[in-house]
């Protein structure tokens, strides 16, 4: 039954298992009980505190009462109902909770009975009292009876709580008793447990100590040079068995393998040879495609041309050592290659050149110069000497131009491949991140900034003024009677205005201003390090220059055109988000309208 090692390894955890589960099992018993204990003995504590509340407050009840009929002064008996409405809570509330009790819970129904008797006792001399009857009240009192009706209830209490203390001591050292079980029981179960433990072990070590000795004197002897060496005899347990019998084996194999070792040596310092080779030439590869791999991180994570080029002039030297060259990038709009990046002293220059000015361009493949008279020299390099061009393509539309001044070896074939790609990739990905910016930040009518690269900029601008103490103003504006271009002419004339509008605004403001089109015909400009005073002449010429827009659309004029101006400069008293800012720059334009329009004016809240 336990000829297989792995038998005997379960039988042993299975016993220890159960073991463990048994002890769990003990120790969970006894704390169930030891908290049921300890909830009995807060049970017990919690019916003698509401007990002698309500005892208390029956008592401050009667002193209240009694002290109202002996002085008269009514102060004494305001607490009175509320102390009997809490005492008759209090002994109702200890009525529930003695329910588990059938004893004391008899008690407690006799000790509440009694308690609502001597309450209506206190009441009458109390209402006599109140209608002015305090003779009559002090009659009643004299009476004795509430006296004795209140000695019975305070007998009766006292033996119900004395009770009660002897059960909350007998639950409390019931649970200490528990609480010293639960201790001699964990000690005793987890020593069995350690004992059943050590002697299984001892057991399953000393079942495994024979056989992995023999097997390690065979192994020392076939080690040490004695190819016969083998493991004779049972091993005790299937598996040291199977591992003897695969070992013989092994042996054998490794006979026949020592002969054919002689045979392969002269071949395997060949290709041990060629090996090194090869490795040298992956390690290579692979420094270079980690550089690359770092090169191309950075380049995908560059922001601007600035971050690009210098990305590509400390790398590319790293990649290709030696060789001088620029890096130029395909600019759609001029159709010339822009140089962006050079190294290695080359001059970039800044005019660049036409596409058709390069052959590796018009080729869609590498062009290079070894030496005069190879080969046509390409339109952009000035002399004669060896040069390489690689062209940069990305699906067929031209990206750039990767210009190296030198030759390239062979060992850089693969290096200047994968540099291509790379390059390639990043300045695709550069273009696509400046084309989605722009469409994210700018408004597709005017050109001019959107209302949500305003707010970013306005929120900016505010931080930097009160940073530095610089004024900021901001401007408000808007077209004046706009809705007569839509209902007279159509839409698309209210666009041709708009886009004229904006035209003129962006040309008339300062390189540093911040032109927007703020929604509908409103716009809106950010003017940092100008106060609304200084601002006023520049907004006076755009508004002048505005009016002298002679807009034509379809080969009609849409006639005169006129726009209103608020004028806001930020102060620290605005609130930081800008809103406050607006508010009083559209303040002021509104003033500038209900003024007869065609003006600009400043914010009387201006700083």
């Known amino acids: 039954m336990f000829a297989s090692l792995a038998t005997r390894i379960a039988a042993i955890g299975a016993i220890i298992i159960l073991a463990l589960v048994s002890l769990a099992g003990l120790l969970a018993d006894a704390s169930h009980q030891t908290r049921e204990s300890f909830r009995?003995?807060?049970?017990?504590?919690?019916?003698?505190?509401?007990?002698?509340?309500?005892?208390?407050?029956?008592?401050?009840?009667?002193?209240?009462?009694r002290g109202f009929v002996l002085t008269h002064n009514p102060a004494y008996a305001r607490s009175f109902d509320q102390r009997v409405a809490s005492a008759v809570a209090n002994i109702d509330q200890v009525v529930r909770l003695t329910s588990d009790n059938?004893?004391?819970?008899?008690?407690?129904?006799?000790?509440?009975?009694?308690?609502?008797?001597?309450?209506t006792i206190l009441r009458r001399p109390l209402d006599l009292g109140q209608r002015g009857d305090f003779a009559g009240a002090l009659a009643v009192i004299a009476s004795g009876k509430g006296h004795d009706l209140m000695d019975a209830l305070t007998v009766r209490i006292q033996g119900?709580?004395?009770?009660?203390?002897?059960?909350?001591?007998?639950?409390?050292?019931?649970?200490?008793?528990?609480?010293?079980?639960?201790?001699?029981?964990?000690?005793?179960g987890a020593a069995v447990v350690a004992l059943i433990v050590l002697v299984a072990f001892a057991l399953f070590i000393r079942g495994i100590r024979r056989p992995i000795d023999a097997m390690m004197a065979a192994m020392t002897d076939l080690g040490s040079g004695q190819g016969n060496a083998r493991i004779e005899g049972g091993m005790g347990s299937r598996e040291f068995n199977r591992m003897a019998r695969g070992y013989n084996a092994m042996a054998d194999r490794l006979e026949l393998a020592i002969v054919d070792q002689r045979r392969s040596e002269g071949k395997l310092h060949l290709a041990n040879a060629e090996l090194h080779t090869n490795a040298e030439a992956l390690r290579e590869r692979g420094d270079v495609i980690e550089l690359?791999?770092?090169?191309?991180?950075?380049?995908?994570?560059?922001?601007?041309?600035?971050?690009?080029a210098q990305v590509i002039r400390v790398f590319v030297p790293k990649v290709l050592p030696e060789l001088p060259g620029v890096l130029y990038a395909h600019n759609n709009s001029r159709n010339l290659l822009i140089p962006i990046a050079g190294w290695g002293g080359l001059d970039t220059g800044d005019d660049g050149f036409a596409p058709d000015q390069c052959w590796a361009l018009r080729r869609g493949r590498s062009h290079c110069l070894v030496e005069p008279g190879d080969d046509i020299v390409c339109g952009h390099v000035k002399d004669g000497e060896a040069y390489h061009c690689e062209p940069l393509?990305?699906?067929?539309?031209?990206?750039?131009?990767?210009?190296?001044?030198?030759?390239?070896g062979a060992e850089h074939r693969f290096r200047l491949t994968v540099l291509t790609e790379n390059i390639a990739s990043a300045l695709v990905n550069h273009r696509l991140q400046r084309s989605l910016r722009e469409q994210t930040i700018r408004d597709p009518l005017t050109g001019l900034f959107n209302r949500r690269y305003m707010e970013e900029a306005l929120t900016l601008e505010i931080a930097r003024s009160s940073r530095s103490g610089a004024p900021l103003s901001l401007v408000m504006c808007d077209v004046d009677h706009f809705k007569r271009f839509n209902d007279e002419f159509g839409h698309d004339a209210g666009d041709a205005v708009l886009q004229a509008v904006a035209a003129e605004m962006r040309s008339r403001f300062r390189d540093g201003d911040v032109v927007c089109r703020f929604g509908g015909e409103e716009f809106t400009i950010i003017a940092p390090g100008t106060t609304a005073e200084a601002l006023m002449n520049r907004v006076e010429m755009v508004r002048q220059a505005i009016t002298e827009i002679s807009v034509r659309q379809q080969g009609r004029t849409l006639g005169a055109i006129s726009m209103s101006f608020g004028i806001a400069t930020w102060s620290d008293t605005m609130a930081r988000d800008g809103s406050t800012l607006i508010q009083a720059a559209d303040a002021a334009l509104y003033d500038a309208k209900r003024g007869g329009r065609n003006m600009a004016l400043i914010s009387r809240l201006a700083a």
């Open 102 to 119: 059938p004893l004391q819970h008899t008690r407690a129904r006799e000790i509440a009975s009694l308690m609502k008797q001597r309450a």
């Open 160 to 188: 119900f709580l004395e009770d009660e203390h002897a059960l909350q001591t007998a639950r409390g050292e019931a649970a200490d008793q528990r609480l010293s079980r639960s201790k001699w029981t964990s000690m005793a």
């Open 40 to 65: 009995q003995v807060k049970h017990s504590a919690a019916v003698i505190e509401t007990t002698e509340e309500a005892l208390g407050d029956l008592r401050d009840a009667e002193s209240g009462q």
């Open 393 to 408: 393509l990305a699906g067929g539309e031209v990206i750039g131009v990767l210009y190296l001044h030198g030759q390239i």
């Open 292 to 308: 690359l791999g770092g090169m191309a991180h950075r380049m995908q994570a560059a922001r601007t041309d600035d971050e690009l």
